[in-house]
């Protein structure tokens, strides 16, 4: 005696009301399949396209891609112009340089440092020789 786990023997289909219960019990199980692949290829389709477009402009506008918002690109462009608004508005503007620098001497001053006693000593040694 079989059990429930072995098949039983193939019968071939021999009517159309045989044929006709046969598609009737497999096909929603497959067409249903086939609905939710496409559904899910059709899903991971737009989810590249986002990223390309996402990082095709963030390449051009110098935006970081996860700072973008927006699904198409046109939406991406301007979420980047946006952005680039509000950067160059909040930005600390540079700060000018003073018109003159308090570290230049005259020519009459001298350049280098003062130098120490025996320092100096030695420098006078030196121009007394003809050395400098």
């Given at each position: 005696?079989?059990?429930?786990?072995?098949?039983?023997?193939?019968?071939?289909i021999?009517?159309?009301?045989?044929?006709?219960?046969?598609?009737a019990?497999?096909?929603?199980?497959?067409?249903?399949?086939?609905?939710?692949?496409?559904?899910?290829?059709?899903?991971?389709?737009?989810?590249?396209?986002?990223?390309?477009?996402?990082?095709?402009?963030?390449?051009?506008?110098?935006?970081?891609?996860?700072?973008?918002?927006?699904?198409t690109?046109?939406?991406?462009?301007?979420?980047?112009?946006?952005?680039r608004?509000?950067?160059?508005?909040?930005?600390?503007?540079?700060?000018?340089?003073?018109?003159?620098?308090?570290?230049?001497?005259?020519?009459?001053?001298?350049?280098?440092?003062p130098?120490?006693?025996?320092?100096?000593?030695?420098?006078?040694?030196?121009?007394?020789?003809?050395?400098?």
């Amino acid at each position: 005696m079989p059990d429930a786990d072995t098949p039983t023997e193939f019968e071939p289909i021999t009517t159309q009301e045989a044929a006709d219960a046969y598609v009737a019990s497999h096909l929603p199980d497959d067409y249903q399949h086939a609905i939710d692949r496409a559904a899910q290829l059709e899903k991971d389709l737009a989810d590249s396209q986002r990223a390309l477009a996402a990082s095709q402009v963030a390449a051009a506008t110098g935006v970081p891609v996860e700072a973008l918002t927006g699904t198409t690109r046109e939406e991406l462009e301007a979420s980047a112009s946006l952005l680039r608004q509000w950067r160059d508005q909040t930005a600390p503007k540079p700060k000018r340089p003073p018109l003159h620098d308090t570290s230049l001497k005259s020519g009459a001053a001298s350049s280098k440092e003062p130098l120490s006693p025996k320092a100096a000593a030695a420098a006078a040694l030196r121009a007394m020789r003809g050395h400098e």
